[in-house]
């Protein structure tokens, strides 16, 4: 199972704090195609969405 999953189970489970420890896991995932694309666009592209 990994990180994102068990946090989400406890995020289900209703523990206080968990979607404080999501946030950062998720924006590391999505961080690094994010840039990628963004070499691609026209220059002048300021954001993805």
Not at 13 to 21: D, I, P, Q, S
Not at 25 to 35: G, H, K, S
Request: aromatic letters at 2%.
């Amino acid at each position: 199972m990994t990180d994102v999953t068990c946090i989400l189970n406890t995020i289900e489970h209703g523990e206080a704090g968990a979607t404080n420890k999501l946030l950062p896991l998720v924006y590391e995932e999505l961080r690094l195609p994010a840039a990628q694309k963004m070499k691609q666009e026209s220059p002048g592209q300021t954001a993805l969405v």
